[in-house]
């Protein structure tokens, strides 16, 4: 007999102990989901409110911005934040700059993780374990300790004053996005690639037409972490590069904070300003972020 059939009692027919318990539980794991709804809601509320107000101070009037209640919903719209934002400081070019950098940041990262990753999980070369473990054990080598030693090496080169400093590393590989897509490459079978060694491939081709079209989750959550730290980057640019025609949002905001502390308004149109690619690069990528993070790190 089904459970539907068994919920149907006739009147006065006692319902049998075990339906008791099976709904009980049924009704508890709908508790539970709700809870969990609402905490998470909750959560969510309190991580964006920030961000509501920067917008919401972003087309106020300087007078509005303090006021007590707050007003959410600025009365009147001060449509020329935007615009004397922009002219203050040469914010185009910052933008551009930025957009430079964490663009060909995120190609090299690409480039030189997914090839150094392919060979971590697939080649069989003597020594490959140590090589790992001593690529991993760079995470835990903290960035002052290379400081200083990355800016004689590129004072030497006469990188300084450049964006070289900014993007060429990124060519040169990184442990965290090697870790990511080797993780993720693991996941994939070893049968595949000999399968095409069989039928004549060469190891190229095997990256090239297998591993890469199925890492495209892989490489999307690389590619979106990229992005965003070299767009939120402000030591490194700081370091490197002086003039004004150089400096990267991130250092333009810092120089726009210094100048027009006050000016609330226009500090937070430039933030708005500020976030809108990296939230664009995540809108456009998030599908294949998610499917990333729940895949990397499943092992074969």
């Known amino acids: 007999?089904?459970?539907?059939?068994?919920?149907?009692?006739?009147?006065?027919?006692?319902?049998?102990?075990?339906?008791?318990?099976?709904?009980?539980?049924?009704?508890?794991?709908?508790?539970?989901?709700?809870?969990?709804?609402?905490?998470?809601?909750?959560?969510?509320?309190?991580?964006?409110?920030?961000?509501?107000?920067?917008?919401?101070?972003?087309?106020?009037?300087?007078?509005?911005?303090?006021?007590?209640?707050?007003?959410?919903?600025?009365?009147?719209?001060?449509?020329?934040?935007?615009?004397?934002?922009?002219?203050?400081?040469?914010?185009?070019?910052?933008?551009?700059?930025?957009?430079?950098?964490?663009?060909?940041?995120?190609?090299?990262?690409?480039?030189?993780?997914?090839?150094?990753?392919?060979?971590?999980?697939?080649?069989?070369?003597?020594?490959?374990?140590?090589?790992?473990?001593?690529?991993?054990?760079?995470?835990?080598?903290?960035?002052?300790?290379?400081?200083?030693?990355?800016?004689?090496?590129?004072?030497?080169?006469?990188?300084?004053?450049?964006?070289?400093p900014l993007w060429v590393p990124a060519f040169w590989g990184g442990a965290f996005g090697t870790f990511l897509l080797r993780q993720f490459y693991l996941t994939i079978p070893l049968d595949l690639a000999e399968s095409a060694r069989i039928d004549g491939a060469n190891i190229f081709q095997i990256f090239r037409h297998i591993y890469l079209p199925l890492s495209k989750p892989a490489m999307a959550t690389l590619a979106i972490f990229t992005f965003m730290w070299s767009w939120n980057d402000l030591l490194n640019p700081l370091i490197y590069v002086s003039e004004l025609d150089q400096l990267t949002l991130t250092v333009g905001m810092s120089l726009f904070q210094n100048q027009y502390g006050g000016k609330w308004t226009l500090m937070m149109a430039a933030a708005v300003v500020s976030i809108l690619p990296i939230l664009l690069v995540f809108f456009l990528a998030q599908k294949y972020f998610i499917q990333g993070i729940a895949l990397t790190g499943v092992k074969r």
């Open 1 to 164: 007999m089904s459970r539907a059939e068994l919920s149907v009692s006739p009147p006065g027919e006692k319902i049998p102990w075990h339906l008791n318990v099976w709904q009980s539980r049924k009704l508890q794991a709908r508790l539970s989901a709700v809870v969990g709804h609402i905490i998470l809601l909750s959560g969510a509320l309190t991580m964006i409110i920030p961000f509501i107000w920067m917008l919401s101070t972003s087309f106020k009037a300087p007078g509005d911005t303090f006021v007590y209640p707050p007003k959410w919903i600025p009365d009147p719209l001060v449509w020329e934040n935007y615009p004397n934002m922009w002219e203050a400081l040469p914010f185009s070019r910052f933008f551009l700059n930025s957009m430079k950098i964490a663009s060909l940041s995120t190609i090299g990262q690409l480039i030189s993780c997914s090839l150094g990753a392919f060979a971590f999980s697939v080649l069989n070369f003597r020594g490959r374990n140590v090589l790992f473990l001593a690529l991993l054990a760079t995470l835990m080598v903290p960035y002052q300790v290379t400081l200083i030693p990355t800016f004689i090496l590129f004072s030497k080169l006469g990188w300084v004053g450049t964006h070289l």
